[in-house]
């Protein structure tokens, strides 16, 4: 499991570190894993030209001493200054020393040696930074994303936000990140993950507390959680789940949640809605009923709200079901705020950007900017666990805790019905015993394998997607 830690917890490990070690030994051990990252990246050292953008403070500091330890393999290494009079003193002389120079950004030849280099480093601002680059950074940032250099990070694309993955203005667009300790949140959400490229984690021997601000399962962890059948199961221990879904203008929500559902590993789907001849048609195993989902039959988790139109009574028998629901879609916006908060059996909302949007009261964009604080504050406000769907899919749980972050996905899960079979996913995973974090977060992660193997790098549609979510549980479990 990768996990992320506040900028405030780092800062408190490094202190406790730099205590133990003799002075300027940390920066020594980030300076050569980022030095060793960016070797790498070069392939060919010698004779490299290598471009350091450099900010003041231990970024700068830690930028530096790489790039001397570059300069000492034979690479020409140049330190653009943003800020010569607060420049690491010990990092710029240490570059010198190893035949490297420096120079201030207003520099007549900075753009030009950004323009012919192969390498530039960014150094700006390290994991305290707030709000965009101010304009002589931002310059330099375009200058290096027009050039044909590769990009390296140091710890986080500088101008993005390290807590929050925020981006308020101008960044840093990197080839490969290399980040100290431990990741930072803003390296696992968007719109601050686009930002960063490829991530290079480097241990310098932190000591971490155990619960972190994000965590991002790993096939390992995802394959912990599924539920697998027993000699002893049958349909009804292996989970059956509900789903009132689907309407006469919307037969293929109820479709797709179904097949999500049966490809999720339930014992057996209970289908109630206007659509049961097109489920029946498509899936005749489906136990079909439409008597409302209070009469169904025994259930041991519910999903409703996908392709609903205005079935706001069928929103409502669900959320007095005492098992655990899934809240989709139409349902989002039929569900009473207070029926929500005064469920005792778990509640799974799963809202794209514009229906958190619509549930907080606020512009799209202000959630698609501010991802994890709109996550959190969704899941406080209605005491359930919610999952943000997005490029980064994001779950969160009422009472605090480490959110879970997912990107296994692909764009091309961008197509109508996607989400109708991750709801039908999660509904079986919730059905399966599940705890909701759990659920969300196994169901998001298959949903995105899924994508990838049905998409194979072009177009897919979302009964493509459900038919692929069996590859994907096997090759979690392999």
């Not at 101008?170 to 490829?198: C, M, S």
């Not at 666990?385 to 961008?414: E, I, M």
Request: hydrophobic share 45%; proline share 5%; aromatic share 4%.
């Amino acid at each position: 499991m990768r996990t992320a830690y506040s900028v405030e917890t780092v800062r408190a490990a490094e202190r406790a570190l730099m205590a133990r070690l003799p002075e300027g030994a940390l920066m020594q051990r980030a300076a050569a894993g980022l030095a060793a990252a960016c070797a790498q990246v070069l392939g060919r050292v010698y004779g490299s030209r290598v471009v350091l953008l450099v900010g003041s403070g231990d970024n700068g500091g830690d930028t530096l001493y790489a790039g001397a330890r570059l300069a000492r393999r034979g690479a020409g290494v140049t330190a653009v200054l943003l800020t010569p009079e607060r420049t690491h003193k010990g990092g710029l002389a240490a570059l010198r020393r190893a035949g490297g120079r420096a120079l201030s950004e207003r520099s007549d030849v900075a753009e030009e040696l950004i323009d012919r280099a192969d390498l530039v480093v960014d150094g700006i601002v390290g994991i305290g930074g707030k709000g965009g680059l101010r304009p002589d950074a931002a310059r330099l940032a375009s200058l290096a994303a027009r050039s044909y250099a590769a990009v390296v990070a140091v710890d986080l694309p500088s101008g993005v936000e390290a807590d929050s993955g925020e981006v308020r203005g101008d960044a840093v667009r990197a080839d490969l990140t290399v980040t100290f300790g431990t990741h930072k949140p803003a390296l696992l959400v968007d719109p601050a993950r686009e930002h960063a490229g490829t991530v290079r984690l480097v241990d310098i021997g932190l000591d971490l507390p155990e619960e972190a601000e994000l965590e991002a399962l790993q096939h390992a962890d995802v394959a912990a959680l599924l539920p697998m059948p027993t000699a002893r199961s049958d349909k009804y221990r292996r989970g059956v789940v509900g789903i009132a879904a689907g309407s006469a203008r919307y037969p293929g929500a109820a479709v797709l949640a179904v097949a999500g559902a049966l490809r999720g590993g339930a014992g057996a789907v209970r289908y109630v809605g206007p659509a049961g001849s097109a489920v029946i048609a498509r899936f005749p195993e489906t136990l079909v009923s439409d008597r409302g989902p209070a009469k169904a039959g025994q259930v041991q988790a519910w999903v409703v709200g996908p392709g609903a139109g205005d079935d706001a009574s069928s929103v409502a028998q669900v959320l007095e079901a005492e098992v655990p629901v899934l809240v989709d879609a139409d349902g989002l916006r039929l569900a009473d705020r207070d029926a929500v908060r005064g469920r005792s059996a778990p509640t799974l909302m799963t809202p794209h950007a514009g229906e958190a949007a619509a549930l907080l009261g606020v512009s799209r964009e202000e959630v698609e900017g501010g991802r994890l604080t709109a996550v959190r504050e969704l899941a406080a406000r209605y005491g359930a666990t919610v999952l943000l769907k997005g490029s980064t899919t994001l779950v969160a749980d009422p009472g605090g805790g480490p959110v879970r972050v997912n990107a296994t996905g692909t764009p091309w899960l961008a197509t109508a019905g996607s989400g109708d079979v991750l709801s039908g996913l999660s509904g079986s995973l919730l059905a399966a015993g599940l705890p909701a974090r759990d659920a969300g977060s196994v169901a998001a992660y298959l949903h995105g394998l899924a994508g990838r193997y049905a998409a194979d790098g072009g177009p897919v549609g979302a009964h493509d997607v459900a038919n692929a979510i069996p590859q994907a549980w096997r090759d979690v479990r392999d």
